[in-house]
Each structure stands twice: as structure tokens, then as C-alpha cells.
């Protein structure tokens, strides 16, 4: 079964330091795509980052970049130079489409603090 | 704005009550999505619809909960009998459309349930 692992609940950088949130996911299909979510206080769910498992490069949208290993099955999102406002709840998702179906999979997320 | 709204935002209902919940896509986009989420936990699954038609509702945990979209647009996920376990945030996502490998779901806000 598919399946999204963080393993770890929460995490604290300095601000302006560069901070990596690791994800390991489970698979048989080897057509896929992970997503990285932000949820601050809020609650909205926000797109950050997506990977392609057929992706020659890693992906990298401003400040936050995924180090794809795919032999590892690990996609971790590293974000560079923190900011106060990235402190917040942090999802990796795995998109499943066998059967006609289209659905997200998540980890149980990891919890950012910037410190000042 | 030209996200996905969710409403109301917040519900509190009594044991056993009936309660329906909205959700208003991105203009143009035909696949939607339910999750539920749990304090201390990622969304998960419940329903995704491709157009008017639920193409895969094997995530809505009993026959309490029903969802509709009869003109491909506005969704509305109804809960029968409502209980305290039913307490969640229930996420709405929507999407440009299915086989593509890079389908972003976009999230709203989210509109937290709570059953007294």
C-alpha cells in the first residue's frame, strides 16, 4: 500500500539558516508525484513543491528545493534562508491514481519554528 | 479572489443533527476533492469527483456521509446523524482536471466541525 512516512514531529531552525524536512514514502507504482504542503496556524492547505518520479532534476520553487533520491524512495524538502513566516505545519503528500481515482496521501507532518 | 472557498467556516452542531458543507472550486477546474483532517494528523481522503460524477468515494467512512456536485462546480458534503467523532477539519481541494502527472490540488480554508 502507498504510503507517506515523516518521522519527525517537529523541527527548529535559526532564521536566515536553511532547514531540510525529511519524507520517505512507499510504493509499487512507478509512475508518481509527491507534493509538499505548508499549513500555517491558519488551516489552508498551500501548495509548495512538486516532484515527478520520471523528473531528471529535482524541483526547486524559490526558497524551497526537494532532494529527490529515488533509489531511497525519500523526497525531503529543504527550505534556504528562513523566515519568521515559514514557521507552520509541513505535509508531504504522494498522489495515488490507480483505478480512475485521484487522491492525495499524506504524512503526518512535521511542525517548523523559526527562531529569531 | 479566485481560490477555493469553503463554508461556512466553522459548524457546531448537536449529536445526532444533520449538517451540509460547501465548497466553491476554482472557476475552470473539474476535478474536487474531500479530505478530512484530525487534530494532529494529515488530511485525509474522502471523496474525489472528475465533472458531476464521484469517480472514487472509497474514503467517506460510513453511508452517514453523502456528497454531491450536480453541476460540476459547487460541491456539498452532507453528514447524517451527526457524531462527536464527525469533530474535524474538513479540507475541499480542486484541480485543473485527471491524468495529468503534475495535478496540483488546491486547497481552501477548510471548515472546522464540531459535534457536541
Known amino acids: 500500500a502507498q504510503k507517506i512516512t515523516q518521522t519527525q514531529p517537529g523541527m527548529f531552525v535559526q532564521e536566515k539558516e536553511a532547514v531540510t524536512l525529511d519524507c520517505t514514502y512507499d510504493?509499487?507504482?512507478?509512475?508518481?508525484?509527491l507534493f509538499w504542503y505548508k499549513q500555517p496556524s491558519s488551516g489552508e492547505m498551500i501548495f509548495l513543491i512538486y516532484q515527478g518520479s520520471y523528473d531528471q532534476q529535482n524541483a526547486t520553487e524559490g526558497r524551497y528545493s526537494l532532494n529527490f533520491q529515488k533509489a531511497r524512495k525519500s523526497a525531503n524538502l529543504v527550505i534556504s534562508a528562513s523566515q519568521l513566516g515559514d514557521s507552520a505545519m509541513y505535509f508531504c503528500a504522494m498522489i495515488i491514481t490507480q483505478g480512475g481515482s485521484e487522491k492525495l496521501v499524506f504524512g503526518k507532518g512535521t511542525k517548523l519554528t523559526v527562531n529569531p | 479572489g479566485a481560490g477555493v472557498s469553503q463554508t461556512p467556516s466553522n459548524k457546531v452542531t448537536e449529536k445526532g443533527k444533520y449538517v451540509e458543507l460547501r465548497c466553491d472550486p476554482i472557476?475552470?477546474?473539474?476535478?474536487l476533492y474531500w479530505y478530512r483532517q484530525s487534530l494532529g494528523q494529515g488530511p485525509e481522503f474522502l471523496i474525489y469527483?472528475?465533472?458531476?460524477?464521484?469517480?472514487?468515494d472509497s474514503g467517506l467512512p460510513n453511508d452517514r456521509f453523502f456528497a454531491v456536485r450536480p453541476e460540476g462546480s459547487v460541491s456539498t458534503l452532507k453528514i447524517q446523524r451527526t457524531e462527536r467523532g464527525d469533530s474535524a477539519v474538513y479540507l475541499c481541494?480542486?484541480?485543473?482536471?485527471?491524468?495529468?502527472?503534475?495535478?496540483?490540488?488546491?486547497f481552501g480554508p477548510g471548515t472546522r466541525l464540531t459535534v457536541l
Open positions: 481541494a480542486s484541480s485543473p482536471g485527471p491524468h495529468q502527472q503534475k495535478n496540483t490540488q488546491y
Open positions: 510504493t509499487s507504482d512507478p509512475s508518481y508525484g
Open positions: 469527483f472528475q465533472g458531476t460524477g464521484a469517480a472514487d
Open positions: 472557476s475552470g477546474h473539474t476535478a
